[in-house]
């Protein structure tokens, strides 16, 4: 995500504590997928569609599996099932499990560090990535991508929402936490001009080096409400505290989250039977509502797409 590639690290980390003790909770971390039959993701049942399978590129067919890569942790996406394990869970776990399940073959999760993740599919060393990756033009140079939500910023409020917050101008005179130098600060400071023409004072923009620290000057009352990617928030309100402590603004205007963009699952662009097939598996999970329930367990339904484009990023 646009928003996110400033702060991946440090939301990955600030949030790992809050993850780990939720997981208990939140349950069905996901087995990989068998060839044949049904796999469980997020409490729905997913067969396989033969006439996808059979579409499939031959060596795929034969292994049963495609080789994914992901960059761990960053949570609601990709997390560790616990601290210092290999066991995978998050969003874009249980979205590829549920995936190779339709196919009726296994996606095999290998950690990769972001940056590395496209060259190594074009080195041949995954058929595909899932990781919360931005779709835009330059990528779709080397990799097709599917994509599967739009995601940008998004605003978390205390619990109940004292303030009655439900869009971004309502931040305008009030004091706000963001983490310093992320397109979250950006996005703060590029309203500054519409609040004041609009007569409300400017944002009180309060800046701290971690999210963490943005985090516990909403919750000590000291800013009304903290800006951060919206997926990060969502999975924050629906954990922190069993869910009691914060809430998620959803503004119909903006439901990805602001100045959204669209995350896709990166194929390799030698394997485009792999892509036909995956876009009309992730078009199915769409359809019977599987992809729904997978984002409502991890607090972000609003931001899962209609329909399962392929490259649809436009800048």
Not at 1 to 25: C, D, I, P
Request: net charge positive; charged share 25%.
């Amino acid at each position: 995500m646009k928003n996110a590639r400033l702060t991946r690290r440090v939301v990955g980390a600030a949030a790992a504590a809050t993850a780990l003790t939720a997981l208990a909770a939140c349950g069905d971390s996901g087995a990989a997928a068998p060839a044949a039959g049904k796999v469980s993701v997020a409490g729905t049942k997913v067969s396989k569609d033969s006439a996808l399978h059979d579409a499939l590129p031959a060596a795929i067919k034969k292994s049963g599996t495609v080789r994914v890569a992901t960059d761990v942790p960053y949570p609601p996406f990709e997390m560790f099932v616990k601290e210092g394990g290999s066991e995978l869970t998050g969003l874009d776990y249980d979205l590829g499990q549920a995936v190779g399940a339709k196919l009726g073959v296994k996606f095999v999760f290998t950690p990769q560090k972001f940056d590395g993740i496209v060259p190594a599919i074009q080195a041949d060393k995954f058929d595909a990535a899932i990781s919360a990756i931005t779709d835009n033009k330059e990528r779709q140079q080397v990799v097709d991508f599917i994509d599967y939500s739009q995601s940008g910023s998004g605003i978390l409020v205390a619990d109940g929402n004292p303030e009655k917050i439900t869009a971004l101008d309502d931040l305008c005179g009030k004091k706000v936490a963001v983490q310093a130098a992320t397109n979250q600060l950006k996005l703060l400071k590029s309203r500054q001009s519409a609040c004041a023409k609009n007569g409300m004072g400017k944002i009180d923009i309060q800046t701290f080096p971690k999210d963490s620290d943005a985090q516990l000057a909403l919750r000590s009352g000291k800013v009304v409400a903290q800006v951060l990617t919206k997926p990060a928030a969502g999975w924050t309100a629906k954990t922190a505290d069993a869910g009691k402590a914060f809430d998620l603004v959803e503004d119909p205007a903006a439901p990805g989250g602001y100045n959204a963009s669209p995350n896709g699952i990166a194929v390799s662009k030698r394997l485009p039977e792999l892509s036909t097939a995956i876009q009309k598996a992730l078009q199915a999970l769409i359809d019977d509502g599987t992809l729904k329930k997978i984002y409502d367990k991890y607090g972000v339904a609003s931001i899962a797409v209609k329909e399962a484009t392929k490259n649809a990023a436009v800048d």
